[in-house]
Each structure stands twice: as structure tokens, then as C-alpha cells.
């Protein structure tokens, strides 16, 4: 049975395989695409899935077989992490890429046979320190138990500049007819940013945002509306009706900052080829952090919103 908190969360994909899993047959695709926004909520279901389909008891959600030990621990021999910083063939030189040496070393690892049920998670991900909202947001996985493959790794999406055409081309005979007990998954924010010869011969599920409602962000879709644009001269309007807006909902300043990176952060997932707007956004996200310091400093709301917005604006 997968992890109650992605069960919760995550109905229908978790039914979809729990209904196949229990089917003598177990007949579902061996491609499958996971995409939306919450790439973490995406890596921690392909890992619940991988230890679904390697338990050796009955995978219930505190099983301590060797198979699903090994899985959270993220050392299971047979479910792979592959992204452009993971499992790379030693002679790989390449960084920014899901290299064709790594598609080919995968090709060439189904001519033998396993004991295990062969899982490939195919995503982006990067090296480095987590933001805030990235951080509080794992916590909401931690009852999983699910280590990352790598010190400060940072799952992200796949798209096509990291998944490059050679590379995906060199998977497909392997997606079309895998051997038996072999799944390809692979996790993007839209469909759109994985090649067409992948995703039509693989099955798509949606999955939805882990903390999607936990964020209030309508709001702020007014007040923001002229972000990243904000003049100095319209700050303090801004900031006024913000200011009535958190009254009227009754929320707390710390709220309200939390929502705002929130924003940002989905802002940035939206506008990823635009380096110049994506940059502003990580700075002005920074600022929201530093905001929330002064919050916890008890500095009055008012002028904690004002200097931020202040710090937005040009
Ligand atoms: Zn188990």
C-alpha cells in the first residue's frame, strides 16, 4: 500500500498502480510521465512506486524488507536515479546533460536479466543549497523517509535542453519493448518540454501540487499584478492594499511572505527561458526571506511589506 501521505494526496496515480500492482498481470505502461509543478512531490511518488514494485513483504508504508530499506536509503541497485548529475558512466564528461553514454549504458544494462523490478527516474536536478520554501517543502515528505541520491541535491524538471533529442532518440527501442519487469519514469513540469516520441509512447499523469491550497496566492495575483514592474512611486498603494487584503483575510505577516515565495517561485517555473527575469526573481526572493527575519523581529508589518516592496520596485 503506497505512503498514506502521498495516498492522501495523489489518489488517482496511487489507485492506478496499486490496482495494476494487485493485477496477477501487472499490466501497465512501462513509460510513464509524470508532470505539473511540485517536481519533489513527483520524485518522492516515483520512489513510493519503485518500492512498491520491489517489496518483498506486502510494501506497506513502514516495511523494513531489504528491498525497501535499500530504496529509501536511495541505494537500491535496480531503481535509478538519472538526471544530468547522477549515474553517469565513469568515462562521461558531460554536466549539463542526460548524456546518449548514459542512455546507451541503460540500453545495454536491460540485455541482462534482473531480480529486481528495474526503475529508470529520469529528471533534472541540481547541486547546491536549497531555498526556504524548497526546504519547509521536503518536510512535508519526511514521514516517507526517502533519501536523495546525492548530498544537496535538488530534484527539477526535466526539459529539453537536459533530456536532449540524441539522448531520448537513443531510449525509445528500450521505452517500446522493455524487457519484462522494467519501468521508465520520467518527471517534467509540461509535456511539452519532453520530446513528442517520448510522451506518445508513454502514459501522462498529472500530478498535482502537494501544497497547492496550503497557499493562498489569489490575493496576491492583484496586488502583484504589476510584477516585476513595480514603480517606487506605486509602492505605497500597493502596499496599502496588501495591507487590507491580509485584514481582510486575517492573515499574519509571516503568512503572507510565505505565500509570496510561493508566487515567486511558481513564476519563476513559468518563465524558465528568460534568465534576465528569472534571476530578478531569485533575488527578490532572497528579499522575501530577509522580510521574514525581520517578521520573527517583530518589526511592524507595515513597514516590513513597504521595504519589501520598496526592494522590488525601480
Ligand atoms: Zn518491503
Given at each position: 500500500?503506497?505512503?498514506?501521505?502521498?495516498?492522501?494526496?495523489?489518489?488517482?496515480?496511487?489507485?492506478?498502480?496499486?490496482?495494476?500492482?494487485?493485477?496477477?498481470?501487472?499490466?501497465?505502461a512501462q513509460s510513464i510521465v509524470l508532470y505539473g509543478q511540485d517536481i519533489?512531490?513527483?520524485?518522492?511518488?516515483?520512489?513510493?512506486?519503485?518500492?512498491?514494485?520491489?517489496?518483498?513483504?506486502?510494501?506497506?508504508?513502514?516495511?523494513?524488507?531489504?528491498?525497501?530499506?535499500?530504496?529509501?536509503?536511495?541505494?537500491?541497485?535496480?531503481?535509478?536515479?538519472?538526471?544530468?548529475?547522477?549515474?553517469?558512466?565513469?568515462?562521461?564528461?558531460?554536466?549539463?546533460?542526460?548524456?546518449?553514454?548514459?542512455?546507451?549504458?541503460?540500453?545495454?544494462?536491460?540485455?541482462?536479466?534482473?531480480?529486481?523490478?528495474?526503475?529508470?527516474?529520469?529528471?533534472?536536478?541540481?547541486?547546491?543549497?536549497?531555498?526556504?520554501?524548497?526546504?519547509?517543502?521536503?518536510?512535508?515528505?519526511?514521514?516517507?523517509?526517502?533519501?536523495?541520491?546525492?548530498?544537496?541535491?535538488?530534484?527539477?524538471?526535466?526539459?529539453?535542453?537536459?533530456?536532449?533529442?540524441?539522448?531520448?532518440?537513443?531510449?525509445?527501442?528500450?521505452?517500446?519493448?522493455?524487457?519484462?519487469?522494467?519501468?521508465?519514469?520520467?518527471?517534467?513540469?509540461?509535456?511539452?518540454?519532453?520530446?513528442?516520441?517520448?510522451?506518445?509512447?508513454?502514459?501522462?499523469?498529472?500530478?498535482?501540487?502537494?501544497?497547492?491550497?496550503?497557499?493562498?496566492?489569489?490575493?496576491?495575483?492583484?496586488?502583484?499584478?504589476?510584477?516585476?514592474?513595480?514603480?517606487?512611486?506605486?509602492?505605497?498603494?500597493?502596499?496599502?492594499?496588501?495591507?487590507?487584503?491580509?485584514?481582510?483575510?486575517?492573515?499574519?505577516?509571516?503568512?503572507?511572505?510565505?505565500?509570496?515565495?510561493?508566487?515567486?517561485?511558481?513564476?519563476?517555473?513559468?518563465?524558465?527561458?528568460?534568465?534576465?527575469?528569472?534571476?530578478?526573481?531569485?533575488?527578490?526572493?532572497?528579499?522575501?526571506?530577509?522580510?521574514?527575519?525581520?517578521?520573527?523581529?517583530?518589526?511592524?508589518?507595515?513597514?516590513?511589506?513597504?521595504?519589501?516592496?520598496?526592494?522590488?520596485?525601480?
Amino acid at each position: 500500500m503506497f505512503h498514506p501521505i502521498l495516498k492522501r494526496k495523489f489518489e488517482y496515480v496511487t489507485n492506478y498502480f496499486e490496482t495494476a500492482i494487485k493485477n496477477e498481470k501487472r499490466s501497465f505502461a512501462q513509460s510513464i510521465v509524470l508532470y505539473g509543478q511540485d517536481i519533489a512531490a513527483q520524485y518522492y511518488l516515483a520512489m513510493e512506486i519503485a518500492r512498491q514494485l520491489n517489496c518483498m513483504k506486502d510494501a506497506d508504508p513502514a516495511c523494513d524488507c531489504l528491498n525497501c530499506s535499500w530504496i529509501r536509503n536511495n541505494q537500491h541497485p535496480a531503481v535509478l536515479t538519472v538526471s544530468k548529475n547522477d549515474n553517469k558512466p565513469s568515462d562521461d564528461t558531460s554536466s549539463k546533460v542526460i548524456s546518449i553514454k548514459q542512455t546507451l549504458m541503460i540500453n545495454n544494462s536491460l540485455i541482462n536479466s534482473s531480480d529486481y523490478y528495474r526503475v529508470f527516474i529520469f529528471c533534472d536536478s541540481e547541486i547546491g543549497e536549497m531555498n526556504e520554501f524548497e526546504k519547509k517543502h521536503i518536510q512535508d515528505f519526511g514521514g516517507l523517509n526517502f533519501k536523495f541520491p546525492q548530498e544537496n541535491w535538488i530534484p527539477k524538471p526535466l526539459n529539453r535542453d537536459v533530456l536532449i533529442e540524441a539522448s531520448a532518440n537513443s531510449l525509445l527501442k528500450s521505452i517500446e519493448e522493455p524487457p519484462e519487469r522494467t519501468l521508465f519514469l520520467f518527471l517534467t513540469e509540461d509535456k511539452e518540454d519532453i520530446i513528442e516520441t517520448i510522451i506518445s509512447r508513454s502514459q501522462s499523469f498529472y500530478v498535482p501540487s502537494f501544497n497547492a491550497q496550503s497557499y493562498d496566492t489569489e490575493f496576491l495575483t492583484a496586488v502583484l499584478a504589476d510584477y516585476p514592474a513595480i514603480k517606487k512611486i506605486n509602492v505605497i498603494n500597493t502596499a496599502a492594499v496588501l495591507l487590507e487584503a491580509m485584514q481582510e483575510h486575517d492573515y499574519k505577516v509571516e503568512y503572507v511572505l510565505d505565500c509570496m515565495e510561493f508566487y515567486l517561485a511558481q513564476m519563476i517555473k513559468r518563465n524558465l527561458n528568460n534568465k534576465m527575469l528569472v534571476q530578478k526573481i531569485k533575488k527578490d526572493i532572497s528579499k522575501i526571506q530577509h522580510a521574514k527575519k525581520q517578521a520573527q523581529a517583530y518589526i511592524k508589518p507595515q513597514l516590513i511589506i513597504e521595504d519589501l516592496l520598496f526592494s522590488f520596485a525601480f
